[in-house]
Structures are given as structure tokens and as C-alpha cells.
């Protein structure tokens, strides 16, 4: 792998809470919101990160915000929780051991949760129904078993999940192709596509590039991890 200061980080239908300690011990802190473009993480200097990667529709509780309004944004934590946030960023540096500091950020989610938000059985439904066909569920069939509206259903899938509905599956099939090249000893990507439901090569590698912003044959040249891409090439 050749030497980068770059890793492009591929999209995710999550939210994400990170407390970042960098080289000169400056602290920040973050939320991410769901993805469906690739992302930049700087790596040419050391630092230490914290945090919690929330599954779909797991986020909106903590953070007093519609997971839509954080689609492909990344906001200092203290916009949603304020001044709450330093503390909490000072607690967990303080913390003189690994445990301590995952005791404090569970103690501090545990403060922030609303139990109000918590994800409507329909969308939990539709999640589980999108996620064990790994994005090949019609999404037509799912609202027809919910028996609400497509419009209604729509927004409240949004409001919880970050993403429209098909857009969540688009994102589903993309991670279960990645899924399928990082199990592969001689990878085929011709056979990733049709395996993961894609109509024919060109729709997978437009996908692909839409969600990466690379080829997948860059990615499978370039990748360190199942989410990570060394950002080498442009």
C-alpha cells in the first residue's frame, strides 16, 4: 500500500458521534449524519478517537434533531447539544483508562436520550424487511405491509433514518457488494454485481462511483478496509 495522508471513507446510513484527541492535544468533538457520498479523513498526523457508529435509525433519539437535517453533514457537537459537549469531551480525556472513558460517553448518551424519539414500528419494520434482502426489497412492498401512505411513510422514514427510503436500499445493495469483494480470495466483479442484484455491470460501477467517487476496480486496488480507501488516485 503506498504511503497516503488521505483516506476517502465510503457513506453509511448512520449516525455517527466521534471525540477526536489530535497530536498537540487539541480536542474536538462531532456528529455525522447519514451518508451517500464518500467522505475525507485526514490520516498524515496521529490522533485518538472515540466514539459511537449508531445502527439506521439508531441516532435520532440523541441528538434533538430529524436524522434528515444531518444528511451528508458533519457538525461540532456542541450545535446540538451545547455546552454539554465540552464536558463531556473533557470528562472522557480526563478518564484514565479505556473503560472509563466508554463508561462516560454511555453515561452522557444516556442523559441526552429522548425516549419520545424512539423509531416507529413501521419504520423498524421497514429496516429489518431492507436489510435481510440487503436492498432488494420493492419498496412498494414494504409500504403495502405497513399500510400507510408512500408519501407519510416517506417523510418519517427520513425523519428517523436520515435517508428516503430508496435511497436507504441503493446504499444497502452498495454495502452488501462491498461485503461480497472483501470475502472474495480472487475477486469478480461481474459476479459481485449480479449477485447483489444490479441489473447489469454498468449499473453497479454507476452506483458504485456515485457512492465512492472511485471505480470499483480502484477500490479494490486502493482500499485498506471494508470503508476505508487509501485516497491515492483522483
Known amino acids: 500500500m503506498q504511503p497516503h495522508a488521505r483516506e476517502r471513507v465510503l457513506p453509511a446510513a448512520t449516525v455517527d458521534v466521534v471525540f477526536v484527541l489530535d497530536a498537540d492535544g487539541r480536542a474536538t468533538s462531532g456528529v455525522s449524519g447519514p451518508r451517500s457520498t464518500a467522505s475525507v479523513l485526514e490520516t498524515s498526523r496521529p490522533f485518538s478517537a472515540i466514539g459511537v457508529h449508531f445502527r439506521p435509525g439508531g441516532g435520532r433519539r440523541f441528538f434533538g434533531v430529524p ?27 480526563e478518564a484514565g483508562s479505556l473503560d472509563r472513558r466508554i463508561r462516560a460517553l454511555e453515561d452522557a448518551l444516556q442523559q441526552q436520550a429522548d425516549d419520545r424519539a424512539t423509531l416507529p414500528p413501521a419504520v423498524e419494520f421497514a429496516l429489518d424487511a431492507i436489510t435481510r434482502s440487503k436492498g432488494g426489497r420493492p419498496i412498494g412492498d414494504v409500504v403495502d405491509r405497513i399500510g400507510m401512505s408512500a408519501r407519510r411513510f416517506s417523510d418519517v422514514f427520513r425523519d428517523h433514518v436520515g435517508l428516503s427510503p430508496k435511497l436507504f436500499c441503493r446504499l444497502t ?62
Not at 451528508?72 to 451545547?82: C, E, F, I
Not at 469483494?181 to 442484484?197: W, Y
Open 67 to 93: 436524522a434528515g437535517d444531518l444528511h451528508n453533514l458533519s457538525v461540532p457537537l456542541d450545535a446540538v447539544w451545547g455546552r454539554f459537549a465540552a464536558a463531556v469531551s473533557d470528562r472522557l480525556w
Open 173 to 234: 445493495r452498495f454495502t452488501a457488494a462491498l461485503a461480497r469483494i472483501e470475502r472474495a480470495a480472487d475477486v469478480d466483479l461481474a459476479d459481485a454485481a449480479l449477485a447483489c442484484g444490479y441489473f447489469d455491470q454498468a449499473h453497479f460501477n454507476h452506483d458504485f462511483r456515485t457512492f465512492s467517487g472511485v471505480t470499483p476496480s480502484t477500490y479494490v486496488r486502493h482500499h485498506t478496509s471494508r470503508t476505508h480507501i487509501a485516497d491515492v488516485v483522483q
